[in-house]
């Protein structure tokens, strides 16, 4: 599957935007999906994931109550709702496709920039 992401933005503290993720491939409903970001100097973090069928979803600490994720298997896509953004959720987010043994693809990620 390949993945492109899109929505990432310019935006001011306690503001909100949504990511999005568009999948092509005949795997995207076999995958469990996740966001991750990264920022320069640091490691790449899991931000959320989403199981195959959308009814499993996990959150890391820091953006649990803030962000959701959502996936729509019929249209391929999958998003990140982001609400009360913080300067600290600043970074590059990826979408990432896990599926089968070992079969994984990342997109090219998009820039989430917020402003204090």
């Known amino acids: 599957v390949q993945l492109v992401e899109s929505g990432g933005a310019l935006v001011q503290a306690g503001g909100s935007l949504r990511l999005s993720c568009a999948a092509s491939?005949?795997?995207?409903?076999?995958?469990?999906m996740a966001w991750y970001r990264q920022t320069p100097g640091k490691q790449r973090e899991l931000v959320a994931s989403?199981?195959?069928?959308?009814?499993?979803?996990k959150y890391a600490d820091s953006v649990r109550g803030r962000f959701t994720v959502a996936r729509d298997n019929a249209k391929k896509m999958m998003y990140l709702q982001m609400s009360n953004l913080k300067p600290e959720d600043t970074a590059v987010y990826y979408c990432?496709?896990?599926?089968?043994?070992?079969?994984?693809?990342w997109g090219q990620g998009t820039q989430v920039t917020v402003s204090s």
């Open positions: 491939g005949t795997t995207f409903s076999l995958s469990t």
């Open positions: 990432y496709a896990a599926w089968g043994i070992n079969f994984t693809s």
């Open positions: 989403i199981s195959r069928g959308g009814d499993s979803t």
